[in-house]
C-alpha cells in the first residue's frame, strides 16, 4: 500500500513536471513562407499583428523564441528579454513576399 | 574598569554577529545585459554600406532597430554586455536575506547608427563602442556612462540643421557625421551652433537664439582646405576638449564639442572631449584630403 502510494505521488510530479516544461513551440509555424508566393494576409492571418512595420507596411517584422518544440510567437515589447529571433519579411508593391530573414537577436 | 554582567552579554553577541556577518566578494562572470540584443559585431555590419544599403537590407540584416526616427530617417542599434566584475555582498548571519553593498563591473556598449535618404538609401553609418568601468551600488542595473548615440540628436532635436548640411554643395556628397550643441571660437567668444560632416566638407552652422531658422552657415571647409585637425590650446571656457583646425592658408579655428544634456535631467552641459575625438576621426576620414 505505502509503496504504491509513493508510486503513485512520484508519477504526479512526473506528470506534472511535463506540464510545466511541455513544449508549445510548432517547427512548421514558418513553413508556409514562400518568396514570391506568400501575400502578405496571409502573414497577418498566421501570425497575427507584427512587431513593427516599415515603409507604409511594406516591412514587417515579428519576434519568435525557440523551445525544443518550434518556433513560439512572442509579444512585442522594450527590450529583447525573452526573444531570440526577428523574423523579417519584405514584400512587393502587390503584397507578395519578396525577401525574408529569421535575424538571430540573442543566442538561444 | 567593571562591565556589568549583561553589558559582557551583549558585547559577547555583538562580536558574534560580527564574526558571522561577512563581506562576500562575488565574482561576476561576463554576460550579456538583461534585455539586451547580442546580434553587434566589433565593428560596423558589413550589411550596411553607405550610399548602396537601403533600409530593407540592414532591416533584414539586423532586424528591428531600437530606435527609430521620425519617418524612418535614421535607426539605432544598441547592445550592452557585461565583460565581468565584482559584487560585494554582505551576508547576516542566520538565514536573513544577502544584501547587496556594491556592485563593480565592466560594461561593454556598442551602437550602431544608421541615417537614410528619402529614397531609403543608407547616407551615413556609425559605430561606437565604449567600455564602462564603474563602482554601483547595491543591485542597481548598469547605464551607459557616455552617451553613443549622441551622433542621433541632431535628427530628434533639430531636424533643420541636419537637412541643410546634409543638401550640401558638392555632387555625391552625404553626411557622415553630425555633432549639435558644438561651439565655435570667434575672437574671444564661443558660438554655439553644430558641426557636420560630409565625406567631403566640415560645415559649422551656428544657432539662432529663437526661432526658425534655426540655423546660419558659419563656414564650410572642403577637404582640401583642411591643413591639420588637432587638440587645440586649453581654453578656460571650453575646457581641454578643444579642437584645433589649420586651414591650407594657415588660417585656424578652434572648435570645441559638448556632453548633451539628458533629456528631462538637470546635467549641466559640461564640453566632452570624447564627442572632440569623434569629431577628429571623422574628419580625418573624409575623402580627398590632398594637403595631408
Not at chain 1, 18 to 35: H, I, S
Not at chain 2, 94 to 116: D, I, M, Q, S
Not at chain 2, 118 to 134: K, L, M, Y
Not at chain 2, 245 to 274: I, N, P, Y
Amino acid at each position: 500500500m505505502r509503496f504504491s502510494l509513493g508510486l503513485a505521488a512520484l508519477a504526479l510530479v512526473g506528470v506534472l513536471t511535463a506540464c510545466v516544461n511541455a513544449p508549445v513551440g510548432r517547427q512548421d509555424l514558418l513553413d508556409f513562407l514562400q518568396e514570391g508566393v506568400t501575400h502578405r494576409e496571409e502573414v497577418r492571418m498566421r501570425l497575427g499583428e507584427p512587431s513593427s512595420q516599415y515603409e507604409s507596411d511594406r516591412i514587417l517584422a515579428f519576434r519568435l523564441a525557440k523551445d525544443s518544440g518550434g518556433y513560439v510567437l512572442v509579444k512585442p515589447g522594450n527590450t529583447w528579454s525573452g526573444v531570440g529571433y526577428n523574423l523579417m519579411l519584405a514584400f512587393d508593391d502587390d503584397g507578395v513576399l519578396r525577401r525574408h530573414t529569421l535575424v538571430e537577436v540573442r543566442a538561444p | 574598569m567593571t562591565v556589568p554582567r549583561g553589558g559582557r552579554r551583549i558585547a559577547a553577541a555583538l562580536a558574534i554577529t560580527l564574526a558571522l556577518t561577512a563581506c562576500v566578494p562575488i565574482p561576476l562572470l561576463s554576460h550579456t545585459v538583461t534585455g539586451s540584443r547580442e546580434n553587434l559585431g566589433d565593428s560596423m555590419p558589413g550589411a550596411i554600406v553607405e550610399g548602396k544599403s537601403t533600409r530593407e537590407d540592414v532591416l533584414l540584416a539586423l532586424g528591428e532597430p531600437d530606435r527609430r526616427g521620425i519617418d524612418d530617417r535614421w535607426f539605432t542599434y544598441e547592445s550592452a554586455s557585461s565583460l565581468g566584475g565584482v559584487q560585494v555582498v554582505l551576508v547576516p548571519p542566520g538565514y536573513a536575506e544577502p544584501a547587496a553593498l556594491a556592485t563593480r563591473e565592466e560594461v561593454r556598449y556598442r551602437v550602431v547608427v544608421v541615417r537614410f535618404d528619402p529614397q531609403g538609401v543608407v547616407t551615413a553609418a556609425h559605430f561606437a563602442e565604449h567600455v564602462c568601468r564603474q563602482w554601483r551600488p547595491g543591485f542597481e542595473e548598469a547605464h551607459p556612462c557616455v552617451d553613443l548615440a549622441a551622433g542621433v540628436e541632431p535628427i530628434a532635436r533639430g531636424s533643420s540643421l541636419d537637412a541643410r548640411a546634409t543638401l550640401g554643395s558638392e555632387a555625391g556628397e552625404r553626411l557622415r557625421d553630425s555633432f549639435i550643441d558644438a561651439a565655435y571660437r570667434r575672437g574671444d567668444h564661443w558660438i554655439d551652433g553644430a558641426a557636420f560632416v560630409t565625406n567631403r566638407a566640415v560645415y559649422f552652422l551656428d544657432r539662432a537664439a529663437q526661432g526658425e531658422p534655426v540655423s546660419r552657415l558659419v563656414f564650410r571647409w572642403s577637404a582640401a582646405e583642411i591643413a591639420e585637425i588637432a587638440w587645440g590650446d586649453f581654453d578656460a571656457a571650453a575646457g581641454a576638449a578643444t579642437v584645433r583646425m589649420r586651414h591650407a592658408d594657415g588660417s585656424v579655428e578652434l572648435l570645441a564639442f559638448k556632453r548633451l544634456a539628458l533629456a528631462g535631467s538637470d546635467d549641466s552641459v559640461v564640453f566632452d572631449r570624447t564627442r572632440a575625438e569623434r569629431f577628429m576621426d571623422t574628419v580625418r576620414s573624409i575623402e580627398n584630403p590632398s594637403t595631408r
